[in-house]
């Protein structure tokens, strides 16, 4: 058994935009969103940096970055380099214990993370650090209907998780961690978001950053990843949630 996860494949092969719908969702995301020099967003999970250096780049907001891994980050280090993006605060840290102050931001992006973490604990995480008002856009795996234990344990072979939960039970979870105004803006079974991908999204797919010397178990899990996306593509899917802390 490989001692790899889903995410080192990931920051091996400086995968940016790794969620669903890309680049193209979160430019159509973040041009719905009054956003303004003052603006102050924290991108959980941020991965190579893409979304982090967009912000900074387009809407000169006021940037953190959070993810827990190493590689990620450092990968972020260089993009925020090579694009001369020098605002951005990169922050190595953990999700469900946010090293920020409660009422620290206006706008929280959570891009393909959360369901990786422990959701009741993230979601509380999240509602704490925004300010009341406060705005969070979540893209997450969602399932298309309830996945049985067997179903569940196939897929946390491949990515760790430990549940998906169905559109409902993530509005569920967000009302629980005190979240209001929850609407669901965009999402879809994967079968359906693949069906729909434009030759500028598969084009916008193109960021990476691999590192040298990629070890041959990190091309398994993303074979695995492949097969898991083809044979669940009824059953899984993702949801784009924008909900505002009461
Ligand atoms: C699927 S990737 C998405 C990255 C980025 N948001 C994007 O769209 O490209 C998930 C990211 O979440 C990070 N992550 C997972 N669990 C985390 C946690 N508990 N705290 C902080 N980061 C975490 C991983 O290291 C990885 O970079």
Excluded at 24 to 42: C, I, Y
Excluded at 114 to 123: I, R, S
Excluded at 179 to 197: N, P, Q, R, T, Y
Aim: glycine residues 8%; contains cysteine.
């Amino acid at each position: 058994m490989s001692e790899w996860t889903y995410h080192d494949a990931l920051a091996q092969f400086g995968i940016g935009s790794a969620h669903p719908g890309g680049y193209g969702l979160t430019k159509e995301l973040l041009a719905k969103e009054a956003l303004t020099a003052k603006t102050r967003v924290l991108d959980c999970g941020c991965g190579t940096g893409r979304t982090a250096a967009l912000l900074a780049k387009r809407y000169r907001c006021k940037v953190t970055a959070l993810d827990r891994h190493p590689l990620m980050l450092e990968k972020a280090k260089r993009r925020m380099a090579k694009e001369k993006v020098r605002s951005v605060r990169l922050l190595q840290g953990d999700i469900e214990n946010l090293p920020f102050a409660d009422n620290s931001f206006d706008l929280l992006l959570a891009e393909s993370v959360t369901v990786f973490t422990d959701l009741g604990t993230a979601l509380r995480e999240y509602a704490r650090v925004l300010r009341p008002g406060g705005v969070l856009i979540d893209l997450d795996m969602t399932a298309e209907r309830p996945l049985s234990a067997r179903e569940l344990e196939e897929l946390s072979l491949v990515y760790g998780t430990r549940h998906v939960p169905t559109e409902e039970e993530w509005r569920g979870r967000l009302e629980q961690a005190g979240f209001d105004l929850i609407e669901v803006v965009k999402g879809g079974s994967v079968a359906s978001a693949l069906a729909a991908l434009t030759e500028q999204q598969a084009a916008d797919a193109q960021d990476i950053d691999p590192s040298e010397g990629i070890d041959t178990q990190l091309y398994e899990i993303f074979a695995a990843h492949e097969r898991v996306t083809r044979q669940y593509r009824h059953r899984l899917g993702f949801r784009v949630f924008r909900a505002v802390v009461k």
